[in-house]
């Protein structure tokens, strides 16, 4: 059984960072792209950044820049570093393996990142 698990959340102040890590069991790294997205409260989940097997990466339009993701194969844990945080940022961060082409079909519990100005 495959299970995702997010930690690195919490409280920062407005232009302060926080990484974020996704540890994964079972072996879906060789065959899954990794996503992390996120939600903020009254809003749509939406796509943060992702990176794909082979380390190709995409990030949102309001990450560029600011967000890193990438993935440590041998130790099936995915890093997401998130600096220049805004209050905009606010929201609970949620990981997500799925296959290349498909829809995510693991999802972590979440972790809280809480931006204060």
């Not at 409280?11 to 960072?17: F, R």
């Not at 899954?32 to 950044?49: C, D, I, L, N, Y």
Request: hydrophobic letters at 30%; proline letters at 3%; charged letters at 20%.
């Amino acid at each position: 059984q495959v299970q995702l698990v997010e930690s690195g959340g919490g409280l920062v102040q407005a232009g302060g960072s926080l990484r974020l890590s996704c540890a994964a069991s079972g072996s879906i790294f060789s065959t899954h792209t990794m996503g992390w997205h996120r939600q903020a409260p009254g809003k749509k989940r939406e796509s943060v950044a992702i990176i794909a097997r082979g380390g190709t990466t995409t990030y949102a339009d309001s990450v560029k820049g600011r967000f890193t993701i990438s993935r440590d194969n041998a130790k099936n844990t995915v890093f997401l570093p998130m600096n220049c945080l805004q209050r905009e940022d606010t929201g609970v961060y949620y990981c997500a393996a799925g296959r290349p082409g498909r829809d995510y079909e693991y999802w972590g519990q979440g972790t809280q990142v809480t931006v204060s100005s």
